[in-house]
């Protein structure tokens, strides 16, 4: 493949950034998706979903004061089925938080990259409101190292 040479005075439209970026990341994540054994595949479609809510028959539930919603986010099928496979309690419809604290959440790293391999672990970047309080924020942490400690017992 050739670079093209572009003329610095083409406007770019940022949707068209925008559609690519998000189809780039989609076929990192198909990529990722399919290296994976069944039980992690399900982790990865259920991790959005454990920032997105704050309920206790999940993992990621400390108590009610945890920040989460996702920005923009609505569970995937698939994040609702794996859901239900850790407890069937879990409704089949997700009603949205009260509040969206989470502005984004980003699998860096090697992951999706050339440099993966399946001994590679998921780097994860959650970005926030930047309102929130210490005391939230500490909230946060201790709600990704639960959901942390919960993947590390799937291997």
Known sequence: MRPTQTDSTEAVDPRETEARLARISHTRLQRVLAGLS???????????????????????????????????????????????????????????????????????????????????????WVCYDEGLDAAAVAALIKKAEVIEAYAGDLS
């Open 38 to 124: 069944a039980r992690h595949r399900d982790f990865l479609h259920l991790l959005p979903l454990l920032f997105h809510t704050n309920a206790p028959n999940i993992p990621g539930y400390i108590d009610d004061d945890v920040p989460c919603g996702i920005i923009d986010y609505s569970p995937t099928p698939q994040a609702i089925r794996a859901a239900r496979e850790h407890n069937r309690a879990f409704p089949e419809r997700v009603e949205p938080p009260r509040s969206t604290q989470i502005y984004g959440l980003y699998l860096i790293g090697s992951v999706g990259s050339v440099g993966q391999s399946r001994g590679s672990d998921f780097d994860l």
